[in-house]
């Protein structure tokens, strides 16, 4: 213990091979700033017209969680959007399943399916 004080303020001069440790810095290096390479986005839908920002985001890659409540009111409306994201999740070879008394849609990428099986009660 003294020594390793001495050694930091400066005081021991000496060293020997066995005084320092080989790091592997591999472990510890950032890999290049590299994103994730899948994002979780969240997205409202309140008309058709918001569909195009929700269907880039799923053919980029990512899973969007979309609020379609505002829809409800117009069955056309909520019709429409849903066989939209539909026809995004089929193209993408993608998912898509309703939740909370369909008020959220999740929409996933090509290799990202959706477990219809509930965890717990």
Same mark, same amino acid.
């Given at each position: 213990?003294?020594?390793i004080i @001495? !050694? %930091?303020?400066g *005081?021991? #001069?000496s060293?020997?091979?066995? @005084?320092?440790?080989e790091?592997d810095?591999?472990?510890y290096?950032?890999?290049?700033g590299?994103g994730?390479a899948?994002l =979780?986005?969240?997205? #409202?839908i309140?008309?058709?017209?918001? #569909? +195009?920002?929700? *269907? @880039?985001?799923v053919?980029?890659?990512n899973?969007?969680?979309?609020d ?6 117009? *069955? ?6 849903l ?7 089929k193209? =993408?070879?993608g998912?898509i399943?309703g939740?909370g008394?369909?008020?959220y849609v999740? %929409? !996933? +990428?090509?290799? =990202?399916?959706?477990?219809r099986?509930k965890?717990g009660?």
């Amino acid at each position: 213990m003294v020594k390793i004080i @001495d !050694t %930091l303020l400066g *005081k021991s #001069t000496s060293h020997s091979d066995e @005084d320092y440790m080989e790091l592997d810095l591999a472990s510890y290096e950032d890999h290049g700033g590299a994103g994730p390479a899948l994002l =979780v986005k969240i997205a #409202t839908i309140s008309d058709l017209k918001d #569909t +195009p920002r929700v *269907k @880039d985001e799923v053919y980029s890659g990512n899973i969007v969680i979309v609020d379609i409540s505002r829809l409800k009111m117009d *069955k056309i409306s909520y019709e429409r959007v849903l066989k939209d994201l539909k026809e995004v999740a089929k193209d =993408v070879n993608g998912d898509i399943i309703g939740l909370g008394d369909q008020r959220y849609v999740v %929409l !996933t +990428p090509m290799s =990202v399916k959706i477990s219809r099986d509930k965890i717990g009660a």
